[in-house]
Nanobody, 123 residues
Framework: QVQLEESGGGLVQPGGSLRLSCAAS????????IGWFRQAPRKEREFVAGIRWSGRGTLYSDSMKGRFTISKDNAKNTVYLQMSSLEPEDTAVYYCAVSTYGLYSDVTRYKSWGQGTQVTVSS
């Protein structure tokens, strides 16, 4: 069973950038798709981006495509989410999780959620 840990969140001004990390503290990511999600207060958890650990393939939410980039470092067993041109509406807890169902945005296809990392965009 893979265990995930997110890091890299914090307070950033509008227009700024942050890079989030999702590290596998145990288990292997080889069989999985890794997804980033976010949840703002009083809102449902929403898909941000996903990446296949083995081979090629990424998927982005239409609303974040162009501002966010997902990538991976096989040697570090870590997936990254580079966020730029951040807006106050991007304020949320960001989570990563894995899926064995393929590259989908459906939150119900993901498991082994990390504890999340808070991103606050404010001046």
């Amino acid at each position: 069973q893979v265990q995930l840990e997110e890091s890299g969140g914090g307070l950033v001004q509008p227009g700024g950038s942050l890079r989030l990390s999702c590290a596998a503290s145990s288990g292997s990511l080889i069989p999985y798709v890794i997804g980033w999600f976010r949840q703002a207060p009083r809102k449902e958890r929403e898909f941000v981006a996903g990446i296949r650990w083995s081979g090629r393939g990424t998927l982005y939410s239409d609303s974040m495509k162009g501002r966010f980039t997902i990538s991976k470092d096989n040697a570090k067993n870590t997936v990254y989410l580079q966020m730029s041109s951040l807006e106050p509406e991007d304020t949320a807890v960001y989570y990563c999780a894995v899926s064995t169902y393929g590259l989908y945005s459906d939150v119900t296809r993901y498991k082994s959620w990390g504890q999340g990392t808070q991103v606050t965009v404010s001046s």
